[in-house]
Each structure stands twice: as structure tokens, then as C-alpha cells.
């Protein structure tokens, strides 16, 4: 009896931790389906921005740009007080 005890004990404690594992993949999965709500509006909202407005929009999101031969790397900035979970919808105008 109490090797089906400790049985029990340990797929309640790998339930556990699955279930804690399932509620991180939600969260993130409902973090990606709100960049991406975000990201389409704001692809939709560039299309309507002139070059200026657009060459505008780039010089304040680059933080740095460095050429090595072939390769280009753009580093972008973003606002470091946002978490991944928060929900880019409100940030629509």
C-alpha cells in the first residue's frame, strides 16, 4: 500500500507542475496574440504615414544601428517598464 501512496503522491506533484507549466504557456500565448493584435493595427496605421512621418517613426524606435560587411544590426528600443504579459491593445490611439 504504500508504494501506491507514494505512486499517487508523485503524478499528483508532476500534476502540479504541469498545470503550473499549462498557466505560463496561456499566459504567454495570450501575450503573443497581443503583439500581434498590436502589431497589425500599427502596420495598418504606417500605411497611412507619409516618408517623413515614417523615416520619423524609425528614428525613434532605433536605438542603434551597426553594418559588419553584409550584415546589418538595428537594435530598437522599447519601453522597459511594459511586462510581456501586459496587453498592447491599450495602446492603440
Do not use: C
Not at 517623413?52 to 544590426?73: F, H, P, Y
Amino acid at each position: 500500500m504504500k508504494g501506491v501512496n507514494e505512486r499517487i503522491e508523485y503524478f499528483q506533484d508532476e500534476l502540479e507542475k504541469l498545470e503550473i507549466e499549462a498557466a505560463g504557456a496561456t499566459e504567454a500565448l495570450e501575450a503573443v496574440h497581443g503583439w500581434m493584435d498590436a502589431a497589425q493595427h500599427i502596420a495598418v496605421r504606417l500605411d497611412t504615414l507619409s516618408d517623413a512621418e515614417r523615416a520619423e517613426v524609425v528614428k525613434l524606435l532605433v536605438d542603434r544601428v551597426a553594418v559588419d560587411g553584409q550584415d546589418i544590426k538595428m537594435r530598437m528600443v522599447f519601453d522597459s517598464r511594459e511586462s510581456t504579459t501586459s496587453s498592447p491593445r491599450r495602446w492603440r490611439a
